[in-house]
């Protein structure tokens, strides 16, 4: 069965712009969360959704946001870019909640310039 | 502050050779996941341990999750290029919020 898709692969914003980024989860999986991976920081948790409902929220300012679809389709947005928001955003997919295996999408790697 | 830590954060070895990469924390994880992450591309899980002093293995590597499920370690007998790439652990913590390691990016040199 098909994997975690994460959409577009990359992408090039410009400091103040917008941006959102897609991900769909593994087909019956219901659990989306999202990381953000820098070289300094390493895996840093955003935030997870589960039947459309933000569950768990990472330390990052309330520029960063998500939601979740009826078909488990996730998106993140983050508002206002800052020249420090670039970073490989990685979705992962799990089957339910409950500390369950989570499987990774490739990523969206995100440039701001 | 990092909850889990990783060490070596860098190795480099020959082919051929054995290693181990260890995760260490203060917190008690219910689950513990080890990950390889090759550049451009997510983590792809290795294994998933649950029980404290749980041995794992998967073809040359084997997995051990602590007695106290505070810390695991990944062992690689005879490495070879292919096994190149950033190891990473991961601790289930609340939900499925999971707690990543500081990550051991392993290069093998033919």
């Known amino acids: 069965k098909a994997g975690v898709t994460q959409t577009p692969r990359y992408l090039i914003k410009t400091r103040g712009q917008q941006v959102t980024l897609s991900c769909s989860p593994i087909?019956?999986?219901?659990?989306v969360s999202w990381y953000q991976q820098t070289p300094g920081q390493g895996l840093q948790f955003l935030f997870e959704?589960?039947?459309?409902?933000?569950?768990n929220k990472g330390n990052f300012p309330g520029r960063f946001s998500g939601r979740q679809f009826s078909n488990s389709r996730s998106e993140m947005n983050v508002s206002t870019l800052e020249l420090g928001d670039s970073a490989l955003y990685l979705c992962a997919s799990s089957l339910s909640r409950g500390n369950t295996e989570a499987f990774f999408g490739q990523g969206t790697r995100l440039t701001v310039v | 502050t990092q909850l889990l830590e990783q060490s070596p954060q860098f190795l480099s070895i020959q082919e051929g050779e054995n290693l181990t990469v260890y995760c260490n924390s203060s917190s008690v994880f219910s689950s513990l996941q080890w990950y390889r992450q090759e550049p451009g591309e997510g983590p792809v899980l290795l294994v998933t341990?649950?029980?404290?002093?749980e041995v794992k293995k998967l073809k040359r590597l084997t997995f051990q999750f602590g007695d106290a499920r505070k810390d695991s370690s990944l062992h690689i007998t005879a490495a070879q290029p292919g096994d190149t790439g950033l190891y990473l652990c991961a601790g289930a913590w609340t939900g499925n919020q999971f707690y990543f390691g500081t990550g051991t990016s392993l290069t093998v040199i033919p």
């Open positions: 087909s019956g999986h219901r659990s």
């Open positions: 959704y589960f039947s459309e409902t933000q569950r």
């Open positions: 341990v649950v029980t404290g002093g």
